[in-house]
């Protein structure tokens, strides 16, 4: 049984279960004097196709936690860390080494197009690679030349496991069990309550008991075996998702194809993470079975579309290629349903077929000085555990996201508002091809963003949450349609999902819930005070001291920023802003005529025509008519001037009804005198002053 040796020794008196113990407890007698609901295997079909066969002549071994996190994947360490810091016992079950996933298997550049996307655990790893490189390799050239490095969004394999594993170690109630697999689930009625484990080498078995179980693993294994249900492959196009089934796209954004829903899977991938060893090296590595100089130039090469990969410090290079490079297809099609050893036998196809491409950029290319890093993976023939598997099962959860979740529709800043919120995203739909003529492949960026539709998005808590099974939770087979998920499968939001699940996990254990039945808003609220974003802004993180009140007004859809993202915190606010933030805070409706519009004709650009120039006319006009200002204020009001305090407490009272004498948080307004306010500023004033009263706007 490999351990973590941070942790090494455990009390079977406060862990373990005896045998006899275990056979009473599923068989739903008494054990230590409380009732042990009866487990029995879930009636669903195997992960994979054979049933394990017994270890002949083991002692079954019983462990208790509050929370087991199967696969320690980005989602499923954010998960562990997030359930952990709660106080709840944690045991993480792991087949590798390593802790974070591709995170630490050669996904070693963060897909993010702005930082506004790196919130609550993640911006944690986040400082702790910035501060790493910054100590060890302030001279590195990557550091000087790479702004995503300089920030810490570019980091070694052994780098981010080294963090993942300080992180855990700093949370002595979470345990980490490596080189172990999942076997069988077993149920109480409806819900999950173990899981059974096995050694890589086969030599023991460990059924490990949890008040709430997170399936954490890509390929979502825990779900066939728990009876949830899942999805696998393509659904057919649909007005919702124009870009689902079968398809072609250009560049240019052009669709071909009938739209068909199919099982099929995009491209699997090994990340190579290679190094420039200096001119004079030869690295040159034999040639791997089944090499083929076409794969990776099918034409002439001076044409052919590849990189030398994402530049790491250290010399070092993510290798995430498209088909000329480490992407393969058809191959994963039968890795969802393969047991271990098939899976193994696809790993290595994929080795091979990478291996090719280092062989192809060496002999073809004439890069002999590139090779495998020595100091990566140096137990694994210096290639990852994991695959990149992109896309695995995905849940059927209480929620499905997806394309429309994804993208706006003209007229609209943002996908729909997710009122339910516990993450953000902000990368473009992108879905590897599905076969070798490029069929699935959906890019929707730049040029082929013909509408601009695409904009940062919104996780809802349902993703995680299965409909039909209950003690489970998944955050890294998120319930999605196939375009849907293109959106959720960055390792930056994965983190973000997992801690929400995490949270929501020890909420089940402190109130007796089950995930469906969790108070999302106080889950919201844990996020918030671990500095997760809700809602996505470029210019917004949490270390700004009106965070949490920007977040809350937002999500409450009082307001979503400006057209390029940013909120601009600290830009004096309008008086325009201001009623709007008053307006639909308090959730008030227009309360006004038509001959009210004469009275602000100066706002119009439209001759006589009593058309509202001014976005905030209908705000402006029904404080007025709620005895906010006078009409001679009114008519002489610049929305875009800024606001002053005394405005703001005056326009509150207005829509609330209340004298300020009367209402102290309007006194203390008061009393700090008049001038003007930043919009952060405002958000926080106003959530402060409406406090219970605050509405959802959307």
């Known amino acids: 049984m490999k351990r973590d040796k941070t942790r090494n020794q455990h009390s079977s008196s406060l862990r373990g279960l005896s045998r006899r113990d275990f056979l009473r407890a599923t068989t739903g007698t008494t054990v230590s ?67 974070g996933g591709l995170l630490a298997n050669g996904l070693s550049n963060t897909d993010l197009r702005s930082p506004g996307g790196s919130s609550g655990i993640f911006e944690e790893f986040r400082l702790r690679s910035q501060k790493y490189y910054q100590q060890k390799f302030p001279d590195d050239p990557v550091m000087k030349t790479v702004p995503y490095a300089r920030l810490g969004f570019r980091y070694e394999p052994h780098v981010a496991d080294m963090i993942f594993k300080q992180m855990v170690a700093e949370v002595p109630s979470i345990e980490v069990f490596y080189r172990r697999y999942v076997v069988k689930v077993l149920k109480s009625g409806n819900k999950v309550s173990a899981v059974v484990t ?139 349903n393969a047991n271990r050893a098939e899976r193994r036998r696809i790993w290595e196809k994929y080795r091979d077929y990478t291996l090719g491409y280092l062989y ?126 293109q959106v959720l499968r960055l390792e930056a939001i994965r983190v973000g999902m997992g801690q929400a699940a995490g949270n929501a996990a020890a909420l089940c254990v402190k109130h007796n819930l089950q995930p469906r039945d969790i108070p999302v808003a106080k889950l919201q609220e ?57 307006f639909r805070g308090l959730g008030l409706k227009v309360k006004m005529d038509y001959t009210d519009l004469w009275k602000v004709m100066p706002w119009s650009k439209i001759g006589q025509h009593s058309t509202p120039y001014h976005w905030a006319t209908y705000y402006l006009m029904t404080l007025h008519n709620m005895g906010a200002f006078s009409t001679d204020v009114l008519v002489k009001m610049d929305p875009d001037s800024p606001a002053t305090r005394s ?10 009804r209340v004298l300020p004498e009367s209402h102290l948080p309007l006194q203390e307004e008061t009393n700090k005198g008049d001038g003007p306010i930043s919009r952060g500023e405002l958000a926080e004033l106003i959530v402060k002053l409406l406090g219970a009263d605050l509405k959802d706007a959307s």
């Open 198 to 336: 096995r050694d890589v080498d086969e030599a023991d078995e460990i059924t490990f008991l949890a008040r709430v179980t997170i399936d954490g693993t890509h390929e979502g294994d825990l779900l066939p075996l728990a009876g949830a249900k899942f999805r696998a492959g393509r659904e057919p196009r649909s007005a919702e998702e124009p870009h689902a089934g079968q398809m072609y796209m250009t560049w240019m954004g052009e669709m071909f194809g009938s739209g068909e829903g199919d099982q099929k899977l995009q491209a699997f991938a090994m990340l190579m993470t290679i190094k420039d060893y200096g001119p004079n090296a030869d690295k040159t590595i034999p040639k791997p079975p089944g090499y083929d100089p076409i794969n990776y130039c099918p034409k002439r090469k001076e044409e052919t579309f590849w990189y030398r990969g994402g530049p790491l410090p250290n010399s070092k290079y993510e290798v995430n290629e498209m088909l000329d490079g480490t992407d393969l297809t058809e191959v994963n099609q039968g890795w969802l």
């Open 526 to 582: 844990m996020m918030l005070d671990q500095g997760c974003a809700l809602f996505y802004y470029k210019d917004l993180n949490s270390a700004h001291p009106h965070f949490k009140a920007i977040q809350h007004l937002s999500r409450a859809g009082v307001v979503q920023g400006y057209d390029d993202f940013n909120f601009r915190p600290d830009q004096n606010a309008t008086k325009a802003e201001l009623a709007k933030m008053i």
């Open 33 to 99: 004097g409380a009732l042990v609901a009866t487990l029995s295997p879930a009636a669903a079909p195997s992960a994979f196709p054979q049933e394990p066969a017994a270890i002949s002549g083991a002692t079954p071994q019983i462990m208790q936690y509050d929370v087991v996190v199967v696969g320690a994947t980005s989602a499923g360490i954010g998960a562990a860390l997030a359930a952990g810091r709660q106080g709840m016992k944690v045991a993480v079950i792991e087949e590798t080494p390593t802790l």
């Open 360 to 485: 192809f950029r060496q002999t073809v290319m004439g890069e002999r000085y590139l090779g495998l890093c020595e100091d990566e993976f140096p137990d694994n023939e210096h290639l990852p555990y994991i695959l990149y598997v992109r896309e695995g099962r995905r849940l059927e959860g209480v929620y499905v996201f997806n394309e429309r979740d994804a993208i706006r529709v003209p007229g609209f800043l943002r996908p729909p508002l997710q009122k339910d919120s516990i993450g953000v995203g902000d990368w473009d739909i992108d879905s590897h091809p599905v076969s070798r003529d490029t069929e699935g492949y959906v890019y929707l960026s730049e040029v082929a963003d013909k509408f601009k539709i695409s904009a940062p998005y919104q996780a809802p808590y349902g993703i995680l949450v299965p409909k039909d099974v209950d003690g489970l939770l998944v955050p890294m087979a998120v319930s999605s349609t196939h375009v849907g998920f």
């Open 647 to 656: 405005e703001l407490v005056r326009w509150v009272a207005a829509g609330t």
